[in-house]
C-alpha cells in the first residue's frame, strides 16, 4: 500500500533536469507549481492533491495530475467519488484484468517522483508511523498509471493516476504488519535504468511480459525507515516540513 507521501518541487523535476533543458524546466516550475499542490512533506492519498508525472507523450516535461485514478468511462461526478479512494492503489498483481486499470496498465504508464512514503506499524494495540526512503536520499520512481476523465458538466478534462504496488520486502515486512491486511505491501520503485521501460506503450504479450517482470519489491538494502511524528489524530502538525524527522517512541524501544 501507498497511502502517504512526501515529496518536493526537487524530487518532481528529478527526470526533467535529467534529460531536459535547464532554462525550460525553470520556466515549466514556475508556470506548472502554482497549479499543484507542492510542497508536500506529508499528504494522504484521500485528499486527491495535484502533482506531477511522466507520462509516454510526455517523457521528460511532467504534466499536473490529481492522485486517484478516475477512468474515462466514469459517468458523473456521483460515479467518480463512490470509485475515487478505491484508485489510489492499483495492485501489481491484478491491473492487467482489474477494469478500472486494464486499459491504462496497457497503454496510460506513467512515473511519480517522492521523496519517500509513510507506513504505520502496528504493535500493541498502536499504530506508530514510520517513513521510507532510499539510502543514497534520492528521490524514488514509483510506477502509476494515469487517466483522463471528462467533467461533462463542467468541462474540465481530469487527469488524474493511481500508484501501482507490489509485495513488500523484507523491510516492510518489519514495518507494514496491520494484522487486518493481507501481507506487507509496498509501491513498485523503479530503478533509473527501467523508468523508459515502464512508460513505453504497447500492449503486445511479450511487452506485457516484461512489465509484469517490473513489479517486484525493491532490495530493502537500498532503503532507510525511522519513525516519525503522528501522521493522524489530535496530534498531527499537517503538512509541515519537519514531519519526516526522526522521533523516538518508547514503546518501540522495548
Not at 518532481?12 to 532554462?23: I, K, P, T, V
Not at 511487452?207 to 503522528?230: G, N, S, T, Y
Request: aromatic residues 10%; glycine residues 6%.
Amino acid at each position: 500500500m501507498c497511502y502517504d507521501i512526501k515529496t518536493n518541487l526537487e524530487a518532481q523535476l528529478q527526470r526533467a533536469r535529467r534529460y531536459g533543458d535547464l532554462n525550460a524546466v525553470r520556466e515549466l516550475a514556475y508556470k506548472l507549481i502554482p497549479y499543484t499542490d507542492l510542497p508536500l512533506f506529508h499528504v494522504s492519498g484521500f485528499k486527491h492533491p495535484k502533482l506531477l508525472v511522466y507520462t509516454v507523450d510526455s517523457p521528460h516535461l511532467p504534466v499536473i495530475s490529481r492522485w486517484g485514478l478516475v477512468p474515462h468511462w466514469i459517468k458523473d461526478n456521483n460515479e467518480r467519488f463512490k470509485i475515487w479512494n478505491n484508485t489510489l492503489n492499483a495492485r501489481g498483481e491484478t491491473i492487467f484484468e482489474k477494469p478500472a486499470f486494464r486499459e491504462a496498465s496497457k497503454r496510460n504508464r506513467c512515473l511519480i517522483f517522492v521523496d519517500g512514503f509513510y507506513e504505520h506499524h502496528h504493535k500493541a494495540g498502536d499504530t506508530f508511523p514510520h517513513f521510507i526512503y532510499r539510502c543514497d536520499m534520492q528521490p524514488m520512481a514509483l510506477a502509476g498509471l494515469w487517466s483522463e476523465w471528462l467533467d461533462k458538466l463542467t468541462g474540465e478534462l481530469m487527469h488524474t493516476f493511481t500508484i501501482v504496488t507490489t509485495t513488500g520486502n523484507a523491510l516492510m515486512a518489519r514495518i507494514h504488519n496491520n494484522p487486518k491486511l493481507e501481507g506487507p505491501r509496498m509501491p513498485v520503485i523503479l530503478p533509473e535504468h527501467l523508468e523508459d521501460v515502464w512508460l513505453q506503450s504497447s500492449s503486445q504479450e511479450a511487452d506485457l511480459i516484461k512489465l509484469r517482470e517490473l513489479i517486484r519489491p525493491f532490495p530493502d538494502e537500498l532503503l532507510a525507515a525511522h519513525p516519525v511524528a503522528r501522521l493522524r489524530g489530535k496530534n498531527y502538525s499537517g503538512n509541515a516540513e519537519g514531519i519526516s524527522d526522526k522521533v523516538s517512541y518508547p514503546e518501540l524501544e522495548l
